[in-house]
């Protein structure tokens, strides 16, 4: 079973970000803890698929309004997230290593191709994710009423959504022009 605070800041932090969030993609191999923070919002529907590059061909171009994204950041990933996403789509990645200066700056290069905002955040523990959005700010565009009204968080809060965007300066200048807000 994996920890509470990775699913709920996976699915929550780009829900409360998205105006109108209302369909979900979430491509995992282990899904069941994220669909369930998906399920305590009742008007988003959330759709499964696993990691595999090619089931992510199949999926309907424009149709998501946000994906949640366990595969790996790679081109041909970024780039069928980015078809499969609606025109203010926005997405999340997990897997980045903020001492590793090279790959990071690989994987942010290739969100930023597609994504007005590429912003990566901490996850309570030792992942880094990324919010990837083709319109909505991570922290000037969180839905307050969403963030705080929501029943079942035991983690996930509006304060705290903010605060995960929060980098140290000395990481700030290593990815200064690569991190796109």
Known sequence: MREKNYNELMVHIPLCTHK???KVLITSDKASGLVD???KYKTIES???STNVEDLRDVEENSFDVV????DIDAVTVAHINRVLKEDGLATFVGLDLGM???TTTKLNEIGKYFKIAMPYKM???KVAVLASK???P???INLQRADLTDGFEVYNSDLHVALFAMPTNIKKTYLGIIKN
């Open 20 to 22: 109108e969030p209302q």
């Open 37 to 39: 923070e998906v399920a």
């Open 47 to 49: 759709n499964v698929i």
């Open 68 to 71: 949640i994204s366990e595969a």
């Open 101 to 103: 200066v090279e790959d």
């Open 124 to 126: 309570l523990s030792h």
């Open 135 to 137: 319109e909505y700010h």
């Open 139 to 141: 922290t000037a565009d």
